[in-house]
């Protein structure tokens, strides 16, 4: 027998062939040792032929491969079978090869069938190619198997090939109907009629297609919309969905929006809102008929064209004062002097109010002008004291705010979860968030509106560092301003317990009255330090660290005998304004348990101190916002007397996963409350409405509550976003609290938090 080195030697024959081979070509004995190898080897094993030979085949097979290639030569020994096979070989950096091997056996003079030649082939890039086709397929159909909507394939002559349906209960027809059916044949002419045509349409275009129509089912009537797009130049693929709740939500937000409008048409005032140029957006019928302007006719134009407002003893205009609001912010009301002329000429004496609408950032985007007639009877209220003027407006805009706060909850709650279904449905989401925006405007009027409650104003306490609210709230007024600010914070500033838009509040109004002292721009100056109090100064000032928040500007300056009165309401002493804007400061760093003292001096400034009770509590972190809809299987017992609002928390929750009763007052809530509890089915979690007429609320439901199950946890919900109970909500057994209106992600976000205690 001739040995393998021989072999190698031989220059003739087919040997001197393989070396032009592109394939590696070796030859193995019976026991799978390498005789001979072409020099293609280096490019499949990164090894020189020398480096192989006299090695076994074995040695460079993948571990996982080496039984099936040692049955598959075992076969091809005594069965004659194919000789060509896929396996993985190891080269020499240990890195898979995927190749093909064919294996013959040689018949020679010096060679009785005891070798065989082998042939391999490198196929790793087909492999991988066959790899992603084969995952691409198999995501593919996982994709198609999980899809909620029904879907199928038309050929060319629009019969129905292949169908799939995520929900057999909302079919026209059983599945099996469907299969090899022309279109034609499977619903009521209209529909196939406009069937066709989509379809023809896409064949024409080649483009995505889509219409939406309405069957009347088992259950009453739904609406569908269909997808077509080409697969190749012959068939195409239909995707239909069920938007039976998208519409059904759509036409409740419509209904919900006529009912606002109703409101804002029965309000007894004159109400103007305009965008940020000051174009009219809204005008009501109280307004049509004290200015003369048709809706018509307003909207679109510039409020200054219709909204035409003099001083009446200058003459001279005020419309200024709207202006200023576009540019500042600030709320003004002006009481006296002040008329309106009409579209005809014919001059009304007025009251109004201007507040600026904002949107989510703060920013400014328009204004709301509040206004009614200025009658003898206005004359002769008048004449009340500014006290119980306060409480008259109290009461009546903590109702209003309330309600309409209910009203803004049902409509931010649909839309919320028009949002969630409809959220891959790239226009009607777009229009939905506008919608939702808008609503944040309305709410920001509520709050404005219980700025004036009685009893309200209650701060709602986080605790934060307040070099970013300083920055963020001084900044914003000055925008457009001739003034700058300069900014000194000291190192390691303690934290705060506050309530961060009440402090902004008095930010804005120091800033604002710093700006408007230096009528030719100047330079306001702001540092936040720490403070320590050595002394105590009665109830105003206690010993303990504070953060120190200091103002000045290099204004005009205030008169000493008028520094003691500057924190008065209604004083004033500007032409505008209602004198409001420093006692309201004054009163919230009171509530903060803080205080707030001025310094000034004739031509050189004035400078506000504000000090604030340092805390060694944790910095407060929000939330982070969802986007999907986090599961979970509580029981949630929901009380409210709005049934709208007790629906769409409901169907919120149960999104979530949970298991959901509501109630419409306390007393049922209770009643319900210990069925469940005695028949071992307590609620994990009750949500309350604070306030129910001519029932027990909130509070003390959850009194009543906490005796039959102590450990129960509880979310308080209100309209009065500045009760008392929702600024200390843990100290009347609540554990959260939730302001209306409120979100979707708002109401996820909360109890998310509350069970994951």
């Not at 006529?258 to 307004?287: C, F, P, W």
Request: glycine share 6%.
């Amino acid at each position: 027998m001739v040995n393998s080195m021989e072999l190698n030697d031989k220059k003739g024959g087919y040997y001197e062939i393989f070396n032009y081979f592109n394939e590696w070509v070796f030859e193995i004995d019976k026991k799978g040792k390498i005789v001979y190898s072409n020099d293609i080897v280096k490019t499949i094993l990164k090894l020189n032929k020398e480096e192989i030979l006299n090695r076994f085949l074995f040695d460079f097979v993948s571990k996982d491969e080496v039984e099936k290639v040692l049955n598959k030569l075992e076969n091809i020994l005594l069965n004659n079978e194919n000789p060509l096979f896929e396996t993985i070989l190891k080269d020499k950096n240990s890195n898979n090869i995927f190749v093909e091997i064919s294996i013959n056996s040689i018949s020679t003079e010096v060679n009785k069938n005891d070798t065989f030649i082998c042939i391999c082939r490198n196929i790793s890039s087909r492999k991988l190619l066959e790899n992603k086709y084969q995952n691409s397929i198999l995501e593919f159909n996982a994709i198609f198997k999980a899809l909620p909507d029904l879907h199928f394939t038309i050929d060319e002559f629009n019969r129905i090939t292949n169908f799939h349906a995520g929900d057999f209960s909302k079919l026209y027809l059983p599945p099996e109907k469907f299969i090899n059916k022309n279109i034609s044949e499977l619903f009521p002419q209209r529909l196939s009629e406009d069937f066709i045509n989509l379809i023809e349409r896409t064949r024409k275009t080649a483009t995505v297609q889509s219409f939406e129509y309405f069957l009347e089912m088992y259950d009453g009537l739904r609406y569908f919309e269909i997808r077509t797009s080409m697969i190749d130049n012959k068939n195409l693929i239909a995707i239909v969905r069920d938007i039976t709740d998208r519409i059904n939500i759509i036409k409740e937000l419509e209904k919900q929006k006529e009912q606002l409008a109703v409101t804002l048409r029965s309000i007894g005032d004159g109400v103007i809102a305009t965008d940020i140029d000051g174009n009219i957006t809204l005008i009501n019928k109280i307004a049509e008929i004290l200015t003369g302007w048709s809706s018509q006719e307003a909207i679109g134009k510039s409020i200054f064209d219709v909204f035409k407002i003099i001083d009446e003893k200058t003459r001279e205009s005020k419309q200024e004062l709207i202006s200023t609001v576009l540019k500042l912010g600030g709320f003004l009301i002006v009481e006296k002097d002040m008329v309106l002329i009409m579209k005809d000429g014919t001059e009304r004496p007025i009251t109004d109010s201007i507040a600026p609408i904002r949107d989510r950032e703060s920013k400014i985007i328009g204004v709301v002008v509040v206004f009614r007639e200025f009658t003898e009877q206005a004359l002769t209220e008048k004449r009340i004291t500014h006290v119980d003027k306060l409480e008259s407006i109290g009461l009546l805009a903590g109702g209003i705010a309330h309600d309409f706060n209910n009203i803004l909850t049902s409509i931010v709650g649909n839309i919320s979860l028009a949002k969630f279904y409809a959220k891959n449905e790239e226009k009607v989401y777009k229009r939905l968030k506008e919608a939702e925006i808008a609503c944040e405007h309305a709410k920001d009027l509520t709050r404005q509106l219980l700025t004036f409650a009685k009893d309200g104003n209650q701060p709602i306490k986080q605790v934060i560092r307040i070099e970013e609210l300083v920055k963020e709230s001084s900044s914003f007024v000055l925008s457009g301003s001739k003034s700058k600010i300069e900014y000194w914070f000291s190192e390691d500033i303690l934290p705060v317990e506050v309530d961060p838009g009440q402090i902004s509040q008095v930010i804005n109004n120091i800033v604002i009255n710093a700006d408007q002292a230096m009528p030719n721009g100047g330079v306001i100056s702001i540092s936040v330090s720490n403070y320590i109090q050595n002394k105590n100064y009665s109830n105003v000032f206690n010993k303990g660290d504070y953060v120190l928040i200091q103002i000045s500007d290099t204004g005009i300056g205030i008169e000493k005998e008028l520094l003691n009165r500057i924190f008065d309401p209604y004083f004033t002493t500007k032409s505008t304004g209602n004198g409001l804007g420093l006692s309201v400061c004054y009163s919230i760093i009171k509530k903060h348990n803080g205080f707030i003292e001025v310094f000034s001096e004739v031509g050189k400034g004035t400078t506000f101190k504000i000090y604030l009770p340092a805390t060694d509590k944790e910095v407060h972190k929000e939330d982070q916002k969802v986007d999907e809809v986090t599961s979970g299987s509580a029981r949630i017992l929901v009380m409210d007397d709005e049934e709208l609002i007790q629906s769409i928390c409901k169907e919120i929750l149960i999104n979530m996963g949970h298991k959901v009763e509501t109630v419409s007052s306390g007393e049922e809530a209770i009643k319900i409350f210990k069925e469940r509890f005695d028949s071992k089915e307590k609620f994990d979690l009750v949500i309350m409405d604070l306030t129910i007429p001519g029932g027990l609320g909130g509070k003390d439901t959850l009194v009543e509550i906490k005796r039959i199950d102590p450990s129960v946890k509880a979310i308080v919900v209100s309209g009065y976003s500045n009760d008392p109970v929702m600024a200390n909500y843990k100290e009347y057994g609540f554990d959260d609290m939730l302001t209306k209106p409120y979100k979707f992600e708002d109401l996820t976000i909360t109890v998310n938090r509350i069970l994951s205690k």
